[in-house]
């Protein structure tokens, strides 16, 4: 009762039906106003407006050197008036006639002409003369000058504009032209007193911004004690020219002096010298003395204790970000647990070196000090307007609010790989990535983790790179794609491909330039390079875009799925939102389209920048007949050899296309768990039973029918036979039928498990499995041998590297691969680069004891690469050091390039594959397309990574864009690169004396009557060789400097070194023999150390067209998922059975 007694009654019925009206009504009024802003994508009037003057850097600095050029001419203009002013019966304003102004008598003769107030003629000091011709040119400049201040105020305007109004430079400007500017329109005021000497002032301001700018523009380091130097000269140069002018002119109403009394005086008073001799004799002069002063006794210490104290003045904390300046600005955060300078440059390079982040900000929160070489650098102009350093937590809020991270584009947490305990950075990375996540969650997140199984908690992360997954993956494919992490690691850096560009070597300038591709997207129908190949198979589109615009296309990612595939092969279709990934040396936006003239042809010389229409030689192009009528070319090939051009064939979709006898027989179904194919070695095709951790992605692989015990992974054990389990299949697998993959690890991880996946995926061949021996100073973990068991031909040693023995009892000297991984416990050191010191001694000895042996190694500094391979007495390595110094010198993030090592793919650093994350801010796509190179991860249709050596056979083909053709129309592979060996035939240690000392005349300007004799009994490969390597050992002496001198006592010294050398060779050779008898080993294959023969390899990303092919030239090729074929061509037949069928 009481509940029904509470309910409201229902409004009449009337009353519901007025409310419903006006309801309707106000809702049709709120549908009719709507607002519409139109060309809101487009650029504004004032948008380009500020990008002249303010955003574009060499513009804005022309405006304000132009601007500065206005404030000196306006401040010699007034020193010309002063010097010009000198008849006193003139203070008066201009063109007055005898009669009353301002209610004053201006006539000569009345008495009120002196305008005398507290005993001083005012008149003298509000009125000068000005000569009509000086007017007109101080008008001028003050009117520029004042559209200029306008112009600047209008477009930094953003939302307040008295504070823009409130600056003292606006008010100077105002004080300074405003008066000229009424003088215009209102001539008695021509004559008026106007201060233009403080414009000096506004000429100070100008020449700080303007050299910030100049350092901006041309991207120079300054000092930031020049920036303090020249900011204290123009302070003091200001006060000075002040002083002078404002007593000067005050001075005209008492005991008039000249400027340069006036000079004198103000250093006589600056100094505290004080003559006496000129003295100020009116009180507003002594006045302006008082002021001035107490103004120099406040700025000038200042200064000087900023100059003096510079490198201690910055706070602890760091700087501060106003968030008035993050509402306006954008910016980054970059949280890290200690910074190196190598880090910081590797960021800040890698961030700036795409044109749209010029103008974000970069806030970088430590919890520790600032080291001192970071702080030097972040005082450099360059960086210090850009960069401030925030002493923080990323897991305290009240940091994070200093920081700004809640308006931040985007945070970079990064992880300190040179802590001893990996794991232990990686939980403080994940908690500063979870406090991250829940004070901004709307933040992008970029994620840097060491450890494969911590990447589970950071799975939130927009971004991750685990640097464990991409090193071993890189160093397990240069086993069998070399220098795949050269390839990879050039591919991720931003540069322009000036690298080398001076250099006399031409593979210098071919390698420099290639390491200037980088990988871009465009959405096809967006694109010029693209939009035509709507509706067409993949590898047509790919040949016909690289041969008429050099660019290389290697993926796609199909509006349907939302995935990346690379080369999916003539199955797929292209269509117009699809998104086209390829390697160019700049994105299409960047590009300028020439059309070649019909009958011009690239010069021989310009390998790689004639990137255009190629004219391929049909002649010598064979297609298969077996690919039926559809590959038929209608055009007629006279017996004559002419060059056309012709597209890439179209692929039909048949099954004809099989590509069985290339690669491996695949299943049907990727995606069972586990598959059991049987090869033809009795292996299985499938997925591993066993993954090592949460989050490692599942890849097919090749696998063992049954698990292999563990006694049966021990080498030692199955070299002493003391294994009963060995099966005819181990036993094979020991006969080294593949030479062996040897890994030197310090102990077992999950991140050995990615360098055994790429080796074991089942689309490589069974013939292609090399075995892999484990030399591990550790017992390996229980839960490793689990999951490494079921894969055939894994083998582990107890050993070290360190030891002669252990390295023969693990197969070295019949190995082709040894790949050295970075040791966790000398990851860190007193001295931070003495941290790869025991590997490269190691790596030094195993170069030495076998020569003929690939090693690969991992480095923890990317700077310690130059003592690889080393040799105190190599002009070569000299010369690449010099190289190198003057790259560094030019600004180039790319300088360690020509490091032999490097560049042949035998040594890596982690620390280069940093740039992967920083990248991923502009292409979001990196990370993901470095995994599918790399093998990491799989996606059905997605083609893989391999290589094809050029033999004898395949130099018909003569030119990369012949074989990219013949690739991408018969088998549809996609080539991207080329790995190239150049020999260097060296003389024998037999030489005799003359040979010898033709050897070292290189360095000479002529040629010895000896060598001149040897030549002419040299054949004609042999004389371009030694051609070759004169020009080389030519240049390397030029870039080292004049040798004349000692040019005799080095031949002497050379012939010795070439003695000892190979006496050295032969007692490590015998010694080694020797060690392998007394273990009971056979010396039968071992390959002793080659001695006449030199070489230097290189990698080419996407080089051009009429690159020609040279023989053991290795091909990196992107090739088609052969299961997506197959369960391509499946379907049609299932489809074609149904439909007869249904028929």
């Known amino acids: 009762m009481a509940d029904g007694e509470s309910e409201e009654a229902p409004l009449p019925l009337k009353h519901r039906f007025k409310d419903f009206l006006l309801r309707e009504q106000t809702r049709q009024n709120d549908v009719n106003r709507v607002q519409v802003d139109f060309y809101v994508k487009e650029n504004s009037f004032k948008e380009r407006l500020q990008f002249y003057f303010i955003k574009n850097q060499r513009s804005s600095l022309s405006v304000r050197v132009f601007y500065l050029s206005l404030k000196v001419l306006s401040c010699i203009l007034y020193i010309t008036r002063v010097l010009t002013d000198s008849n006193e019966a003139e203070h008066k304003c201009f063109d007055c006639p005898n009669d009353t102004q301002f209610g004053i008598n201006c006539s000569l003769e009345s008495p009120y002409q002196n305008l005398t107030h507290f005993g001083i003629n005012w008149s003298l000091i509000i009125w000068v003369h000005r000569d009509p011709k000086l007017w007109c040119a101080q008008v ?3 009117v520029i000058c004042l559209f200029i201040r306008i112009l600047l105020t209008y477009l930094r305007y953003k939302g307040n504009i008295w504070q823009q109004i409130f600056q003292i430079s606006f008010i100077l400007e105002m004080i300074d032209t405003v008066p000229f500017v009424i003088g215009i329109f209102y001539c008695p005021l021509r004559n008026l007193f106007i201060p233009v000497f403080l414009n000096c002032w506004l000429a100070k301001r100008a020449l700080e911004n303007m050299v910030n700018d100049l350092h901006r523009a041309i991207h120079r380091m300054q000092s930031a004690m020049f920036n303090q130097l020249l900011i204290l000269i123009s302070t003091i140069v200001c006060l000075i020219f002040t002083f002078i002018c404002g007593i000067e002119h005050l001075q005209r109403a008492g005991n008039k002096i000249t400027v340069f009394d006036s000079l004198y005086f103000c250093i006589v008073t600056f100094s505290t010298v004080g003559f006496g001799d000129v003295l100020p004799d009116v009180w507003p002069s002594k006045l302006l003395v008082v002021i001035m002063i107490f103004v120099a006794l406040i700025v000038l210490p200042i200064q000087f204790e900023e100059l003096a104290y510079l490198w201690i003045e910055r706070q602890k904390s760091g700087g501060d970000y106003s968030k008035q300046r993050a509402e306006t600005e954008r910016h980054v955060v970059l949280c890290v647990s200690s910074i190196k300078i190598d880090l910081l440059m590797d960021f800040l390079n890698e961030f700036y070196a795409h044109p749209i982040l010029q103008e974000y900000y970069v806030i970088i929160l430590c919890p520790a000090e600032q080291d001192v070489a970071v702080r030097r650098v972040l005082r450099i102009p360059m960086w210090s307007h850009r960069v401030i350093y925030l002493q923080g937590s990323a897991l305290k809020d009240q940091d994070l609010v200093r920081a700004k991270l809640d308006n931040a584009e985007a945070c970079f947490i990064l992880t300190c790989r040179c802590e001893a305990d990996r794991n232990a950075a990686d939980y403080q990375t994940i908690l500063r990535a979870w406090a991250v996540k829940d004070f ?12 494969p199984e911590n990447k589970l908690h950071v799975k939130f992360a927009d971004h991750i790179v685990c640097e464990e997954e991409f090193k071993y993956a890189m160093l397990a494919l240069n086993c069998i794609c070399p220098a795949t992490s050269t390839f990879v690691t050039l591919l991720v850096h931003t540069s322009q491909g000036l690298e080398g560009q001076h250099s006399p070597e031409d593979w210098h300038r071919i390698y420099g330039k290639c390491s200037g591709n980088e990988v871009y997207s465009i959405v096809l129908k967006e694109s010029i390079f693209f939009s035509e190949y709507e509706g067409k198979s993949f ?24 995935n990346i595939l690379l080369n999916p092969g003539p199955q797929h279709i292209m269509k117009p939102l699809d998104v086209c990934f390829y390697i160019s040396l700049s994105k299409e936006e960047n590009s300028i389209f020439k059309a070649r003239k019909g009958n011009e042809t690239p010069p021989a010389s310009s390998v790689i920048t004639s990137m255009g229409t190629m004219a391929i030689d049909m002649q010598e192009i064979s297609i298969p007949s077996g690919l039926g009528p559809s590959l038929s070319i209608e055009t007629n090939i006279s017996e004559t050899r ?43 095709k499938g997925y591993p039973p066993y993954l090592p951790y949460i989050g490692s992605s599942p890849v097919r692989c090749h696998l063992r029918k049954e698990k292999a015990h563990k006694c049966c992974m021990q080498l030692e054990k199955f070299l002493s036979k003391t294994c009963n389990h060995k099966d005819k299949d181990d036993v094979r697998a020991y006969s080294l ?25 089942s689309y490589r061949s069974e013939n292609e499995l090399c075995p892999i021996v484990l030399l591990l100073e550790n017992e390996p973990d229980a839960e490793f041998l689990e999951t490494v068991c079921w894969f055939p031909m894994i083998y582990y040693l107890l050993g070290s590297i360190d030891s002669l023995d252990d390295l023969l009892r ?51 500094h990317p700077a310690n690469m130059r003592f690889m391979q080393f040799s105190a007495k190599d002009c070569h390595a000299l010369a690449f050091s010099k190289l190198e110094q003057k790259e560094r010198e030019k600004g180039s993030n790319l300088s360690f390039i020509f490091r032999l090592p490097f560049a042949a793919g035998r040594v890596f650093s982690i620390g280069m594959l940093d740039t992967l994350l920083y990248q991923c801010f502009v292409k979001d796509y990196m990370i993901t397309i470095t995994k599918l190179l790399l093998g990491i991860e799989t996606t059905p249709k997605s083609g893989f990574l391999c290589s094809m050596s050029i033999t004898e056979e395949d130099l018909c083909i003569e030119t990369y864009g012949r074989l990219y053709e013949m690739l991408s129309s018969t088998v549809g592979d996609i080539p991207i690169g080329i790995y190239r060996t150049e020999s260097e035939i060296l003389e024998p240690p037999e030489t005799p004396q003359s040979q010898m000392s033709d050897k070292v005349s290189v360095f000479e300007e002529g040629k010895d009557p000896e060598e001149q004799q040897q030549g002419l009994h040299c054949e004609q490969p042999d004389i371009q060789v030694h051609s070759l390597r004169r020009r080389s050992m030519q240049w390397a002496s030029n870039l080292l400097g004049p040798w004349h001198a000692e040019r005799e006592a080095d031949r002497l010294s050379q012939q010795r070194g070439i003695l000892l050398s190979c006496s050295e060779r032969q007692e490590l050779t015998e010694m080694v023999k020797k060690r392998m008898k007394n273990l009971g080993l056979s010396t039968q294959g071992f390959d002793e150390p080659s001695t006449n023969q030199s070489s230097h390899s290189y990698v080419l990303i996407n080089p051009s067209p009429d690159t020609r092919l040279e023989l053991n030239d290795i091909v990196y090729i992107i090739r088609k998922d052969p299961v997506s074929v197959k369960l391509n061509n499946t379907d049609n037949i299932i489809r074609e059975r149904n439909t007869k069928n249904h028929i």
């Open 140 to 142: 001028s400049v003050a």
């Open 440 to 451: 901004a969650p709307s933040c992008t997140l970029f994620v840097q983790i060491l450890k």
């Open 539 to 562: 590898p047509y589109a790919s040949f016909n875009a690289y041969n008429k615009y050099g660019i290389c296309l290697i993926g796609v990612c199909p509006d349907d799925t939302k």
């Open 642 to 684: 002419k060059t056309k051009m012709v597209p890439v064939l179209e692929l039909p979709d048949s099954p004809l296309f099989d590509t069985d006898n290339m690669l491996i027989d695949e299943s049907k179904s990727p995606c069972q768990p586990c598959t059991r194919n049987e090869g033809s070695n009795g292996y299985i």
């Open 737 to 761: 039928k593949n030479k062996l993959i040897i890994v030197s690890a310090e102990t077992t991880g999950n991140g050995l498990y990615n360098f055994i996946l790429p080796l074991r995926a």
């Open 810 to 860: 693990c197969g070295v000297s019949f190995a082709a691969n040894m790949v050295v991984v970075d040791k966790e416990s000398t990851m860190f050191a007193e001295e931070d680069y003495m941290a790869d010191a025991k590997t490269i001694v190691n790596v030094q000895t195993l170069f030495r004891l076998f020569s003929s042996l690939n090693i690969i190694t991992e480095l923890t």
